[in-house]
């Protein structure tokens, strides 16, 4: 079974993800753009892992826990948010071709979502250029309304994006609209064992598991 690992991105991924950047991409943000992005406490890195083949390396007897190894890892999602304020703006989501539309992208869009609420935003945002139908369905389907457009927004082709927005993260019955977006990726990754390793930092609010996710913490 394959198994999808979604994780903060650290430095050691750089390289893998600049190389997902360009194929998503034709080259966004380079080196020197994700290292300035680690470092910033108002950004969230996150990374969709794809792996094979776990193999048990040790063991904790004393929590009866064990860590992992994974043969054949390859870094095939990237997403990123700033908090401006109180708002989330996502500034890059992308799945790698040969894996899109298997779910991956509501899964990384899904996480992002979850960090913006355990920051405690009210709302969040994103540029999608006009031609992109299967990223503005994913986007309607959790709630983001067009709200504008900027014309000739992308340089290299001159399109114009709209503007979509997404409020009341900070309604106190989001985490239930989070429960049911949970649910629903979780069915539509029906085959893959889902991994969620947040790993811990002094950027991170909080650490809230997402019910029904194993989770490298347990």
């Known amino acids: 079974m394959a198994i999808i690992t979604i994780q903060t991105m650290s430095p050691k991924d750089i390289p893998s993800v600049v190389e997902l950047d360009q194929v998503c991409f034709g080259g966004l943000w380079n080196a020197q753009g994700y290292q300035r992005e680690l470092e910033s406490p108002n950004s969230d890195l996150l990374i969709l892992v794809m792996s094979q083949n776990q193999e048990k390396i040790a063991s904790k007897s004393s929590k009866f826990e064990s860590e992992f190894t994974y043969k ?113 990726v979780i069915a539509r990754l029906d085959g893959y064992q889902v991994i969620w390793k947040k790993l811990k930092s002094e950027n991170q609010l909080s650490q809230v598991k997402p019910a029904g996710l194993i989770s490298e913490f347990d």
């Not at 890892?73 to 989330?88: P, Q, V």
């Not at 869009?109 to 009210?122: D, F, H, T, V």
């Not at 990223?135 to 992308?154: C, E, I, M, N, T």
């Open 72 to 184: 054949n890892s390859y870094i095939i999602g990237i997403g990123c948010l700033w908090a401006i304020l109180e708002e989330a703006h996502i500034t890059i989501l992308g799945i790698h071709p040969q894996y899109q539309g298997l779910g991956l992208g509501q899964l990384l869009l899904y996480a992002l979502m979850r960090s913006a609420w355990e920051r405690g935003l009210e709302r969040a945002t994103l540029e999608v250029a006009t031609s992109n139908i299967s990223a503005l369905s994913l986007y309607h389907k959790f709630g983001f309304q067009d709200v504008g457009r900027r014309r000739g927004y992308y340089q290299q082709t001159g399109e114009d994006a709209l503007i979509l927005w997404r409020g009341h993260l900070d309604d106190p019955e989001f985490d239930q609209v989070l429960s049911k977006w949970h649910k629903q």
